[in-house]
């Protein structure tokens, strides 16, 4: 599976935007773009994934380059309960296998 | 209801006992995972059961062995305990295709002293 980079840590004001960027600029064709989150002491949740084309649910939205190298998770308008380990993770769509890193770290601040 | 769960949520236990972690899904689900959660938070995979038959073994111990009495239910055993097996596990179940989202348990904080 592809490496992903994601920044340590982001800060962002409630009620704002908050935009969490990956780098996997080594994805191949048949490799998916996901993004769980994982809120403290808590088991990780899924949020979105994504493989070419920019998707939306009453979660987040995700934005994937053209090359799709990089991508976007968009929380609209980010609430306290939003602080948590967010991270991005490629994989293939026939394996089983996700392999986390170590997330970026978003704190929500009133 | 829950759809994943995780008993204990804490174990407490001396090195060289034999503990297990058990785990239930009521999602019908093909799949379950155990994961590791270390003291530096990295989460990494350590088995995947897809109809009763282990498909993912991440190089761990031996000592670790899971176990899977019906499609329902995955269970964790490890003989031996040693501190390095302190960490939080997580259970994990996915339906049918492998792109669908894994919908985690609560976590088991295992303490080994």
């Known amino acids: 599976d592809a490496k992903t980079t994601q920044p340590p840590s982001m800060d962002c004001a409630e009620g704002r935007a908050a935009n969490l960027p990956c780098n996997h600029s080594t994805i191949s064709g048949n490799e998916y773009v996901y993004w769980y989150r994982q809120i403290h002491s808590q088991g990780p949740q899924y949020i979105i994934h994504g493989l070419k084309n920019n998707e939306t649910n009453e979660m987040a939205s995700l934005i994937i380059t053209e090359d799709r190298k990089s991508s976007t998770l968009i929380l609209p308008h980010a609430t306290l309960r939003d602080t948590a380990v967010y991270y991005c993770i490629v994989r293939v769509s026939y394996s089983n296998d996700m392999r986390f890193g170590a997330g970026t770290r978003l704190t929500v601040k009133p | 209801d829950t759809a994943v769960s995780q008993t204990p949520k804490y174990l407490v236990t001396q090195m060289g006992n034999d503990k297990s972690i058990k785990c239930e899904q009521n999602?019908?689900?093909?799949?379950m995972y155990w994961y590791k959660q270390d003291s530096k938070k990295f989460l990494k995979i350590m088995f995947s059961?897809?109809?009763?038959?282990?498909?993912i073994n991440e190089t761990v111990p031996n000592r670790f062995s899971p176990k899977s009495p019906d499609k329902a239910h995955l269970n964790l055993h490890i003989n031996s305990l040693e501190l390095g097996d302190s960490a939080v596990y997580f259970c994990?179940?996915?339906?049918?295709?492998?792109?669908?989202?894994?919908?985690f348990g609560p976590g088991t904080r295992l303490t080994v002293l």
């Open positions: 999602l019908g689900h093909d799949t």
């Open positions: 059961y897809n109809n009763k038959e282990l498909i």
């Open positions: 994990a179940s996915q339906a049918g295709s492998s792109y669908n989202e894994q919908f």
